[in-house]
């Protein structure tokens, strides 16, 4: 499958700081590139957090709970089916009944049966359960209008808390507390549903205590652990509240302080705790939990997370493992069906010289739960916005759409939806991920009017794929004491990337590995001032099965990785772009 855009390396701009960022001079640069002034913003202290009580409606949440509280009522937290989600529903669980309350239980919906968030569907369940008077919403609730006024007329109030944009109006819950709403005032509108569900607790732990219903001292930090997690795992962006509050749960982990669930995940997939980053949460722990929504039922992953033996807990993970093993080969099956589907569109549109902007691939057997997982992978090898649809048991067509900088998916979806009326029976989401349904017989006009609103959006020109680097390494600078500061320096993520560094190479050897889905090289860095050539470095490509002959020049986008195998540390590249020079 043929990628035509071009490629556009950047180095960053590192500007000039009063004083050294940090003693190495690689994070130093990185750092000062990333917008870090003074070396005190690196200390990730819980007490540079901002205060709850800045959260819009949270003297509501918080009033209502201590009622709940004193007359012992039933409460049900209502969650989401992703990583996000299972971390909020289990850190309510937890805290909930950590705060002495008697009656607290968990619904997930059902991805399949019954879509994402709160609905009338969802609260016949939890009263035909749990018999709530209160529904807690995490995760989700802030577009949920006509199931809250259901919950009203079975006499069950709402408090929503959620991150997502809200739309004109807000439900008539008892509170939304969204640090997105219009009127908030906290300082950050990016934290997770995780953290949003942390805050609410922060504020409802200092109600209880005011009110005397609190029987004990309780940390929260001693939950950030959950908060990580469900933060990485979300791709929300790496803003100061976040970094502290990912760094500090990594710092748990690392010490061993996570609950058992979490330490039982990172053991099924073959990792240390104690040398866990935010990037091993992003690749390995938040893809076992959301397998469980993906492919089975998200409860399994709230169980796990809930589970207080570590027996129990590596049964859970082991199942996790399991579920996510299968999604792998799922996925698999699905990224070689939908690879020669855009192959075939791509010779049909070369024959006829006309220029595609945009894919939308579907085929009747394939998954409703991996279709975002192809559409990001199609969307990274072909640096176009990709839609993957699945059929649902009714007919329609379930679609999952992924995009690039530049190419707002939602606002394209609309335009779509405007331009074939009642096809599309409903959509949502932002600029880099959206959903929606559509009619079966309405995909191949989809499709031409998918790919007519990119190209406005582009002004009829292909995009220039951009890798955006911190410069080159010095030969020196290759070593597993560099590897290793760039990984834990600081928690990486969405708006505060990774380290990415791009240098002139040798090639020594290469092949194909993985069942030939990905290559492997040995690469001997050179020096561009002095032409020296470095000792050769392993580096992988993942996804990418092209491979090159000794001798080769090439030039490489690069991540400086830590490789972990049997015991042994080594030094390892994680290959973004690979081209020859």
């Known amino acids: 499958m043929s990628d035509a855009n071009s490629v556009q390396i950047l180095r960053r701009q590192v500007p000039k700081t009063r004083s050294p960022l940090h003693t190495n001079s690689v994070l130093h640069r990185v750092f000062a590139a990333r917008g870090i002034r003074d070396a005190k913003e690196l200390n990730f202290s819980l007490s540079e957090l901002p205060r709850p009580d800045l959260l819009p409606d949270i003297d509501k949440a918080t009033k209502r709970l201590v009622v709940a509280h004193k007359q012992h009522e039933r409460v049900l937290i ?37 879509g994402y968030g709160l609905s009338p569907a969802v609260i016949d369940v939890g009263i035909e359960q749990h018999k709530p008077s209160l529904i807690i919403t995490v995760d989700n609730g802030v577009a949920a209008h006509e199931a809250i006024e259901y919950a009203a007329s079975k006499h069950i109030d709402v408090v929503v808390t959620d991150h997502h944009l809200p739309g004109e109006t807000l439900p008539q819950a008892v509170a939304v507390v969204n640090p997105s709403r219009s009127d908030s005032q906290f300082a950050s509108a990016n934290i997770a549903g995780v953290g949003v569900a942390f ?5 409802l732990r200092k109600a209880l205590d005011e009110a005397g219903c609190l029987a004990r001292n309780l940390s929260m930090a001693d939950w950030l652990d959950l908060v990580a997690i469900g933060t990485v795992a979300d791709v929300v962006p790496l803003d100061n509240v976040n970094r502290i509050l990912v760094e500090q749960g990594l710092r748990r982990i ?11 995940l990172i053991k099924a997939a073959k990792r240390e705790a104690k040398a866990l980053s935010s990037i091993d949460i992003g690749m390995v722990v938040g893809p076992r939990l959301n397998a469980a929504g993906r492919i089975d039922d ?59 902007f945009a894919y939308a691939v579907h085929q009747s057997d394939w998954h409703q739960g991996v279709i975002g997982i192809v559409a990001g992978r199609l969307k990274e090898q072909l640096h176009l916005p990709v839609v993957v649809f699945a059929s649902d048991d009714a007919g329609w067509l379930k679609g999952s759409a992924r995009s690039i900088p530049g190419v707002n998916i939602r606002d394209v979806l609309y335009s779509v939806h405007q331009a074939l009326p009642g096809a599309i029976e409903r959509f949502g989401g932002h600029a880099m991920a959206a959903g929606l349904t559509m009619q079966a017989d309405a995909f191949d006009a989809f499709v031409d009017e ?33 590897a290793k500061l760039l990984s834990h320096a600081a928690p990486w993520g969405t708006r505060f990337e990774s380290p990415l560094f791009d240098n002139d190479f040798v090639v020594e050897r290469s092949r194909l590995v993985g069942n030939d889905r990905h290559a492997q090289h040995q690469l001997r860095p050179v ?15 993942f996804g990418d099965d092209r491979t090159f002959s000794a001798g080769d020049e090439v030039h490489a986008v690069y991540e400086l990785a830590v490789n972990r195998y049997q015991g042994r540390e080594s030094v390892q590249m994680i290959l973004r772009h690979l081209a020859p020079r």
Do not use: W
Request: glycine share 6%.
């Open 78 to 114: 209502v969650g989401d089916y992703d990583c996000d989600g299972a971390t909020s529903t289990a850190l309510m669980m937890r805290v909930l009944h950590a705060m002495g309350y008697a009656f607290v239980d968990y619904v997930i919906p059902d991805r399949a049966k019954h």
């Open 199 to 203: 805050y609410f607790l922060v504020a």
């Open 254 to 264: 690392r010490a061993g302080s996570a609950v058992p669930g979490v330490l039982s």
């Open 298 to 356: 998200m409860g399994v992953g709230v169980q796990c997370l809930l589970a207080t033996h570590k027996t129990e807990a590596d049964l859970l993970a082991n199942s996790l493992q399991g579920l996510n093993d299968q999604r792998r080969n799922i996925q698999a099956d699905m990224q070689d069906d939908a690879e020669r589907i855009v192959e075939a569109l791509q010779t049909q549109a070369s024959a006829v010289e006309q220029k595609r």
């Open 450 to 482: 998918l790919n007519r609103a990119v190209a406005a959006v582009l002004n009829d020109a292909l995009p220039v794929r951009q890798f955006e680097t911190d410069g080159e390494l010095l030969l020196s600078e290759f070593n597993l004491t560099t």
């Open 527 to 541: 020096h561009s001032a002095s032409s020296e050539v470095g000792a050769p470095l392993s580096a992988i490509s």
